[in-house]
Nanobody, 126 residues
Framework: QAQLVESGGGSVLPGMSLALSCDGS?????????LGWFRQVPGKEREAVAA???????TYADFVKDRVTIARDDAQKRVYLIMRNLTQEDTGIYYC???????????????????WGQGTQVTVAS
């Protein structure tokens, strides 16, 4: 049973925005972990989109800089991914993930994350 639950995916037109949400309420110490968003686009390996540390510091993949914002609400135990100006190349399954280490370093490598949601589909098409 997934303990990170993504929502907010869907089908949108190119140029539109979409906000994804990830529910981590199953975790008592949610606020002490870094959280990340990754995506699996057709024909490619899973890749990082953005991550946010327990203190709120953020890092983004180069290909999404200025189009994406990651944010967290530790009181609600949620992490968000706001995507703007979407293109067809953004089509894929988006996953949220929790870091292996509590209060650990912030990174974008999938190996630094050990708890994953089941993903939410994002389709960008005209």
């Amino acid at each position: 049973q997934a303990q990170l639950v993504e929502s907010g995916g869907g089908s949108v037109l190119p140029g539109m925005s979409l906000a994804l949400s990830c529910d981590g309420s199953a975790y008592q110490y949610f606020g002490m972990y870094a959280l990340g968003w990754f995506r699996q686009v057709p024909g490619k390996e899973r890749e990082a989109v953005a991550a946010i540390a327990s203190g709120g510091r953020t890092t983004y993949a180069d290909f999404v800089k200025d189009r994406v914002t990651i944010a967290r609400d530790d009181a609600q135990k949620r992490v968000y991914l706001i995507m703007r100006n979407l293109t067809q190349e953004d089509t894929g399954i988006y996953y949220c993930a929790r870091s292996r280490q509590m209060l650990g370093p912030l990174g974008l490598s999938p190996s630094e994350f050990d708890v994953w949601g089941q993903g939410t589909q994002v389709t960008v098409a005209s």
